[in-house]
């Protein structure tokens, strides 16, 4: 006898993280940050292991409040979750069901479409357009009176694009007011266009925008699972009810208030990951490769058919990329030594070549 096991999730993918790197690789196949803790997060840490017999904090207040004060937001506005991309299927959750639509721009994060799947409404895929960005009028014309979600991801996982903060304006107006727009901003700190931010200004003037922040990108803690979301009241109280009870640890929690305390270190350190993405999309180009303009922590080369040409000759170099198969290689933006080492291997093609 066969075990009866849930209908319909033969459609949904699990889930596929980047690549491990072997030693002493590179890895840049999954957007962190090349950069080791900051000593003064390690040690708000190590101040709460004495603790982790006690569930923790699960409304997260002392956070909470912190990001409240930041944005001058009230408190109930702010949820938090394991990762941001817990909240994203918090949101889903929060406001769609069977026979919901849920629409995003494709391709972007590759969360989007199994966390639509998995809540029992059905995904809605508006292709990017030639400048591998969103395209916002197809994606207005694509809304019809089941949707209920629309996810903007600016900066575009995994392309870099983004839109201005004229076009998002443009779109949460002409968006009706009973779709929620979902502004996922895992990669607002890199972005040096005018929609840095653009996100929390939308939320202020708008009833029916959410904006996504992680603390796994810029803050560099990603292996401990926290990012948060400031959402319409309506939604956030949805939230609270399908969000898995004690997600998010106090460890979590205590790291990302000291991370919120150092972001003057932080930045310097942005700087460098802007700096050196910079120099990577650079390094493409001259190489002959198509490599898209960033304001992410990463570059994306649409190289189509030489997709696997790419990602195998940047392994060869003690790169480790995430490829999508015959359409392109995201590559994470590292280290100053990382990125020597994609020059190195590029070079090396030209050689051999
Ligand atoms: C990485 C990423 C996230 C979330 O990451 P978490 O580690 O779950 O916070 C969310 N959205 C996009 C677009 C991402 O690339």
């Known amino acids: 006898m066969t075990l009866h096991t849930r209908a319909g999730l033969e459609a949904v993918p699990a889930y596929r ?19 080791a803790p900051l000593p003064s997060v390690v040690t708000a840490v190590q101040e709460r292991l004495g603790s982790i017999h006690r569930y923790p904090d699960m409304s997260a207040s002392a956070l909470r409040d912190d990001l409240a004060a930041r944005y001058g937001v009230d408190p109930s506005l ?23 639509e849920v ?15 998995i809540a029992g409404a059905t995904p809605v895929a ?12 197809a994606m207005l014309a694509a809304i019809t009176p ?7 991801c600016n900066p575009n996982n995994p392309t870099g694009t983004v839109v201005t903060a004229a076009e998002l304006e443009g779109f949460v107006a002409a968006v009706p ?3 929620l727009v979902v502004i996922d901003e895992a990669y607002v700190h890199f972005d040096r266009t005018d929609s840095y931010g653009a996100g929390i200004e939308l939320f202020r003037r708008h009833p029916h925008v959410a904006v996504l922040h992680t603390f796994s990108k810029a803050y560099g803690l990603a292996g401990l699972r926290i990012g948060y979301a400031i959402s319409p009241l309506e939604v956030a109280e949805n939230q609270r009810k399908v969000a898995v009870p004690f997600g998010v640890t106090d460890l979590a929690q205590a790291a990302a208030r000291a991370s919120l305390d150092a972001e003057d270190e932080l930045a310097v350190r942005i700087e460098e990951v802007v700096a050196q993405r910079n120099r990577l999309r650079d ?15 990463f570059v994306w080369v649409p190289a189509g058919e030489r997709t696997d ?9 003690g790169v480790i990329t995430r490829a999508f198969p015959g359409e392109g290689v995201r590559i994470s933006s590292g280290s100053v030594v990382d990125i020597d080492r994609v020059a190195a291997a590029l070079v090396r093609e030209e050689v051999s070549a």
């Open 17 to 35: 993280q980047g690549r491990s790197a072997p030693a002493g690789a590179s890895k840049l196949s999954s957007n962190e940050s090349p950069h």
């Open 78 to 100: 702010i949820t938090v979750g394991a990762g941001s991309v817990e909240l994203a299927a918090q949101l889903i959750h929060a406001v769609a069901g069977e026979g919901d």
């Open 103 to 117: 629409m995003f721009a494709w391709r972007s994060f590759e969360a989007y479409p199994s966390l639509v799947r």
């Open 126 to 137: 508006v292709p990017l357009n030639a400048e591998h960005a969103h395209d916002l009028d």
């Open 146 to 152: 089941r949707t209920r979600a629309i996810f903007v």
């Open 177 to 179: 007011h009973d779709v």
């Open 283 to 297: 390094l493409l180009i001259d190489a002959g490769w198509p490599a898209v303009a960033s304001q992410a922590n």
């Open 309 to 317: 040409e790419l990602e195998a000759l940047l392994r060869e170099g």
